[in-house]
Each structure stands twice: as structure tokens, then as C-alpha cells.
């Protein structure tokens, strides 16, 4: 069964440091990885997509690495703000039986404080 | 702007009772997924349509049910509400397949079944 585990569940850290979140999956044949950003209350909205090929992906000051033959991903945070208080969700596609099945792994919720 | 709106955002209502949560998007997109979220899970596909009269069952369809109309709504209905269907639900929308390319999701709606 394909699988996506994020650590750590949560995490506290003060405005301005930095974090790193970690994403590993058993998802297999891999298609593709996305890191989600989702505000409480909100829905889910994309940071970040990897394909097998890409190794890092910036978006601000959001970065996601992936390892494709260790099956891990992470995704790091520079200059934490507050505004990043949210749950970060590891998405992880492949192909099964010919078409794509999407697999969520269950967050890691962050809370930046002042 | 295009966007893609859920209503209600929260419903109360009883064990047995049919409820319908509706799922609008104004981005033309052909597919269109509902998933529900619970604590210590990752988000799970209930259902999915890939165009209009399309539905298909996603992991945990059991008691849901769908239909696609038009490009613009994809309305859930639980047939006879059972007090492990309270959860959050969450719409989305995509251009491509699932996990290919970005999904834009609702806001959610909060379901409790009393």
C-alpha cells in the first residue's frame, strides 16, 4: 500500500529561524511530489511540484528537495514569518493500472511565533 | 477571478438524514475531486469526475455519492448520514489528472452528524 509519512507532526519555532520539514514515501512507480501549504480553516494550496528528475525546487522562501532513490523529500522554510503558521502536506503521485493515484500524507502543522 | 466555492462552510445534522454539500468552480476545469480530512489521516478521495457524466469512487466511497451535470458543479451527497461521516470535506479542481498538475481546492465544509 503506498504510503506518506511526514515528521515531525508539529513543530514550534520563533519568527525568523528556519525549519525543515520531512516527507517519506513508498509510493511507487513515482510520478510526482507536491508540498501543499494549508492554512486552518483553509484548503490545501500548492508550494512546490518535483518530478523524478528535479532534485530542488525553490518558491520564495520555500524550498523542497527530493531524493528520488531514498524516496524522501523535504521541504525548508528561511526567515520563518508568522504568516507561515499552517499545516504543510507531502503529496506523492505515481501511475498504477494506468492512471494517477494521489496519495497525502497527513501534514505537519508549524506554528511560528513572535 | 476564478475560484472555486463550497457551501455550506459548516452543517450540522442527524444520524439518517440525507445531506447534499455542493461544489462550484468557475475555472472550467474538467476534473473535479471531493476528499475528506480527518484528524490523523491524510486527505482521502472519496469521488471523482473527469467530465461531464463522469463519476468515479475514490478510497472511501462507501455511503457517498456523486454527479456531474455540467463542467461546474460537483455536488456530495451523503445518502443516510452515519456519525463517522463527520469530517471536514474539501473540494478541489484540476486541469489534468490528478497529481499532474495543480488542484485548486475549496474551503471546506465542516460536517458534524449528531
Known amino acids: 500500500k503506498n504510503q506518506v509519512e511526514q515528521s515531525p507532526q508539529s513543530l514550534i519555532i520563533l519568527e525568523g529561524k528556519n525549519c525543515t520539514l520531512q516527507?517519506?514515501?513508498?509510493?511507487?512507480?513515482?510520478?510526482?511530489l507536491r508540498w501543499y501549504k494549508q492554512d486552518t480553516g483553509r484548503g490545501p494550496v500548492s508550494l512546490t511540484i518535483?518530478?523524478?528528475?528535479?532534485n530542488t525546487k525553490s518558491n520564495g522562501r520555500y524550498t523542497a528537495t527530493l531524493d528520488a532513490d531514498t524516496k524522501q523529500s523535504s521541504l525548508h522554510i528561511t526567515a520563518s514569518q508568522l504568516s507561515d503558521s499552517a499545516s504543510y502536506i507531502c503529496v506523492v503521485s505515481d501511475y498504477s493500472g494506468g492512471y494517477q493515484k494521489v496519495t497525502f500524507g497527513t501534514g505537519t502543522k508549524l506554528q511560528v511565533i513572535p | 477571478d476564478a475560484e472555486i466555492t463550497q457551501s455550506p462552510r459548516h452543517k450540522i445534522t442527524e444520524t439518517g438524514r440525507q445531506v447534499t454539500l455542493a461544489c462550484h468552480q468557475t475555472?472550467?476545469?474538467?476534473?473535479m475531486f471531493w476528499y475528506r480530512q480527518d484528524l490523523g489521516h491524510g486527505l482521502r478521495l472519496i469521488h471523482y469526475?473527469?467530465?461531464?457524466?463522469?463519476?468515479n469512487k475514490g478510497e472511501v466511497s462507501d455511503g457517498y455519492s456523486v454527479s456531474r451535470s455540467n463542467t461546474e458543479d460537483l455536488p456530495l451527497t451523503l445518502e443516510s448520514a452515519a456519525s463517522s461521516q463527520t469530517s471536514v470535506y474539501f473540494c478541489?479542481?484540476?486541469?489534468?489528472?490528478?497529481?499532474?498538475?495543480?488542484?485548486?481546492f475549496g474551503q471546506g465544509t465542516r460536517l458534524t452528524v449528531v
Open positions: 518535483m518530478t523524478f528528475s528535479e
Open positions: 469526475s473527469y467530465g461531464v457524466q463522469d463519476t
Open positions: 478541489a479542481s484540476s486541469d489534468g489528472a490528478a497529481g499532474d498538475t495543480e488542484a485548486f
Open positions: 516527507c517519506n514515501y513508498t509510493v511507487s512507480p513515482f510520478s510526482n
Open positions: 475555472w472550467n476545469h474538467n476534473n
